[in-house]
């Protein structure tokens, strides 16, 4: 197992001393952050932090649209004479449980344009540091929310066929 330890140079000469396991001390040296690309940090930054306050309304929306749904179906439900196969208000939580999940990538879109842009005001390196963390962490996230649903998605799919090859073996489709 090798593990790459980085050492910041105490001189601050833009250097990263790496050492493996097995390797004595070198020195690397770290890309350069032009002035082109810093402007291209703010862009980002400015996007980040109008997609947040949208992904931070939307989840309000949902939120309240989910208790609101929630409570209203649980009502009619009791005042229904057809009892219902599953809690109508269950409808009500899917939407509260989505509005909490799709908080937590607005909030680290968020935190990096906030990091980002105190950075870039102050030339602070631990607050690039950190907006890149916060990046990677929205991005991690999503690929995970993405695999997630990528997987619900097959197994409904298989769901769905084995449904169907059970009811067309049971002659199941010719009572309807």
Do not use: C
């Amino acid at each position: 197992m090798e593990e790459n330890l980085n050492i910041p140079d105490p001189r601050n000469t833009g250097e990263v001393t790496t050492k493996s396991e097995n390797q004595v001390l070198k020195k690397e040296k770290l890309p350069e952050i032009t002035n082109e690309s810093l402007s291209y940090l703010s862009t980002a930054a400015k996007w980040a932090k109008f997609l947040s306050i949208i992904g931070f309304v939307s989840v309000g929306i949902l939120g309240l649209l989910g208790v609101f749904m929630g409570i209203s179906l649980t009502l009619s439900e009791k005042m229904s004479a057809f009892p219902a196969p599953m809690p109508k208000g269950l409808l009500g939580l899917i939407y509260v449980i989505i509005a909490v999940i799709y908080f937590f990538p607005a909030l680290y879109l968020y935190r990096f344009s906030e990091s980002t842009t105190r950075s870039l005001l102050l030339k602070d390196t631990l607050s690039l540091t950190d907006a890149i963390f916060n990046l990677k962490k929205t991005f991690k996230f999503i690929g995970i929310a993405t695999i997630v649903t990528i997987s619900l998605y097959i197994l409904i799919i298989i769901g769905a066929v084995i449904f169907v090859v059970y009811m067309a073996s049971h002659g199941g489709f010719n009572q309807y």
